[in-house]
């Protein structure tokens, strides 16, 4: 290279490197080797002669390679930044950690969600030694289950993290594989859900919290006095129901009001549980129904226990209550059923102290009956109801009414509910809730649950080109109907007998019926979805409700239960759970229905929540085919 062409590179690369040591810090190491460059090209281009070459040539190639080193150390630095800045990016927290269980990267989320100061206090450390109650076992039975064969990416489960400063920090840890120089890392990202656990938390209170007591509610109720029914079989003990009734509760709400009522149960729960013992369990059964569990009795006691007790529930009842500057007097009737004299179950237990306690309230006020064989009327009742079940079909027993379900926003008729309604000629008009559970006992409900499709199905199509053209009948479904496997065959049938696209059609399920699924419910929902029947949980927060089911059995709509709907205006708890469950629908994209709506003010409260659809007396009681199309002919319903 002539002298003066090495002089002028040698310059370049003066200014090049200076300018880089300067402006662009990463860019240092490769701003160095071009100064060095630069100043050995001008220098040899001064004092270097022929004779030198070598020297000259050993010297520019060794300058050359830290050059191309320097490049290559600037590029892996400005893809390490790149990446650094991608990560601190994320929203949630991220980490790589080793097979040993080391950090390796680490953003600045997850150190703040660790309460750590920086992602730099997590890099090499063990995983241990960020989290103080996470043990090395632990991290390395992590790791195993990440590589085991089959595993599905990203392995998703969620944990409770307890902090170094006393925090408790629940996340979804979700795990993908990560390899770098064909060793296998484990890619974290942790999801802060303290916001989902609180929703989860607080459905969880719903399903088994009475909104207004505070106490268990009816589900809880029977899950505990199962597993005390459980325990007591298998320890040799015993226990005792007591099923208590308010009497003339219906006077004092009607007079009074339903804030007035709703305070008359606290402070009935209040003194009821202030008299059991440490071990009793009290839940409001629903209305002014309440349950006593007398649990862990010796041998040959329940009986005598029992009665103590509820000696002592009458004695605290006898006082009056002060509700809103009224003195008012209340009393109990108590009915009593004992484990293993008078039930073997919780519910054969629940239900004849619930027999005892009809007893107790026919006897007089303040009562207590213990259950005997001679009250079993209810069973000879049911035996009687059953044998009218048998012809009720073919006799042309039954009809269906249909309650509106109207568009929150405009009141417009969206869909209806159809409800069966049951007119026997020896018993006279029977009210669903005495009759559905003997039919559910005695497999009746299947041929009766077809007869309601069919039925429904044939009202869809008569009302073709009339108002209610196009609008969606729901219809209830038990356990029994999706367990018989021509069960979607009788719904496609119906559908195509009647001209119906699966749209027109929603069945309406309960959360016992997903709880008791083994697959074969699931299967049976699939299949029902591939027709376009749309799916709707009823009754939601009244169960145990679950977000499981609303995701793996990807339901279309959410009914609300009335129990809570009720209470939406002059009850915070229940308004702040109704809230919740409209929340977390709207992010599931699920439609929501609001059941028992029956005055403006919660209507309007539901409206403002963003529930979508609005069902109760408010709006239409139930009504027959042909008046629910003079409504729609009108182009209103009437509010009732």
Not at 241 to 267: M, P, T, Y
Not at 355 to 376: H, P, Q, S, T, V
Request: glycine content about 8%.
């Amino acid at each position: 290279m002539a002298p003066g062409s090495a002089a002028i590179l040698g310059l370049v690369m003066l200014w090049m490197g200076a300018r880089l040591v300067r402006a662009q810090k990463r860019y240092r190491w490769l701003g160095y080797t071009l100064v060095a460059r630069g100043a050995f090209n001008v220098l040899s281009s001064l004092t270097l002669g022929p004779e030198l070459y070598l020297l000259w040539f050993a010297g520019t190639s060794i300058l050359k390679t830290l050059s191309m080193l320097g490049l290559i150390y600037s590029v892996q630095d400005e893809i390490q930044q790149r990446y650094v800045r991608t990560i601190d990016s994320l929203s949630h927290g991220f980490l790589i950690r080793d097979r040993l269980g080391y950090v390796h990267v680490a953003n600045e989320r997850c150190a703040r969600l660790l309460g750590f100061d920086s992602a730099a206090d997590l890099v090499g450390k063990h995983v241990c030694e960020l989290l103080p109650h996470l043990t090395p076992a632990m991290a390395d039975e992590y790791f195993r289950r990440f590589e085991a064969p089959g595993v599905h990416y990203p392995m998703t489960e969620t944990a409770m993290f307890a902090l170094h400063n006393g925090t408790r920090l629940p996340v979804e840890m979700m795990g993908s594989p990560y390899i770098e120089r064909g060793r296998l890392y484990c890619l974290v990202q942790l999801l802060d859900i303290s916001e989902r656990k609180k929703k989860d938390d607080l459905l969880y209170q719903a399903a088994r919290i009475d909104p207004v007591t505070g106490f268990f509610n009816r589900h809880a109720l029977s899950a505990l006095l199962t597993q005390e029914v459980a325990r007591a079989a298998a320890v040799g003990r015993e226990c005792a129901v007591l099923f208590l009734d308010l009497d003339k509760f219906k006077r004092i709400n009607d007079s009074f009001g339903h804030a007035i009522g709703d305070e008359l149960l606290r402070q009935t729960a209040r003194r009821l549980h202030a008299v059991l013992r440490p071990n009793d369990a009290l839940a409001r059964f629903g209305g002014d129904e309440f349950i006593i569990v007398v649990a862990d009795l010796e041998p040959g006691t329940a009986e005598r226990m029992a009665r103590l007790c509820a000696e002592r529930v009458i004695g605290a009842m006898a006082g009056r209550f002060d509700l809103s500057h009224h003195a008012i007097g209340v009393s109990a009737s108590v009915g009593m059923a004992c484990y293993p004299l008078h039930g073997s179950d919780s519910d054969m237990l629940i239900r004849n102290a619930d027999i005892a306690m009809y007893e107790a309230k026919k006897a007089g006020r303040g009562e207590l009956r213990f259950f005997n064989d001679a009250m079993n009327a209810a069973a000879k009742d049911a035996l009687v109801i059953d044998t009218a079940l048998r012809g009720a079909i073919e006799a042309g027993e039954f009809s269906l009414l249909y309650q509106a379900i109207v568009d929150a926003r405009g009141g417009k008729l969206a869909k209806v509910e159809a409800l069966l309604r049951w007119d026997s000629p020896g018993l006279g008009p029977m009210r669903p809730d005495r009759f559905i559970p003997v039919a559910e006992d005695s497999g009746m409900i299947v041929p009766i649950g077809t007869w309601v499709l069919n039925e429904a199905c044939r009202q869809m199509a008569s009302w073709r080109h009339g108002p209610l053209d196009g609008l969606t009948v729901s219809i209830n479904v038990s356990a029994w109907q999706l367990a018989d496997p021509a069960f979607v065959a009788l719904v496609e049938r119906a559908l195509a007998d009647n001209g119906l696209g699966g749209h027109r059609l929603e069945l309406e399920l309960t959360e016992r019926v997903l709880i008791d699924d083994g697959g074969h419910v699931h299967a049976v929902l699939q299949r029902l979805r591939a027709l376009g029947v749309g799916l709707s949980l009823d009754d939601f927060g009244t169960g145990y409700s679950s977000l499981s089911y609303l995701t793996r059995f990807q339901l279309n709509t959410l009914k609300i239960d009335r129990a809570f709907v009720m209470d939406i205006e002059h009850s915070e708890r229940s308004n702040s759970l109704v809230n919740a469950i409209i929340a977390m629908g709207h992010s599931l994209g699920l439609q929501l229905v609001a059941e028992g709506v029956e005055t403006a003010g919660q209507a309007a409260i539901l409206e403002k929540m963003g529930c979508h659809y609005l069902q109760g007396y408010y709006f239409s009681r139930p009504i027959a085919a042909d008046a629910l199309s003079r409504f729609a002919g009108e182009g209103q319903l009437s509010a009732s």
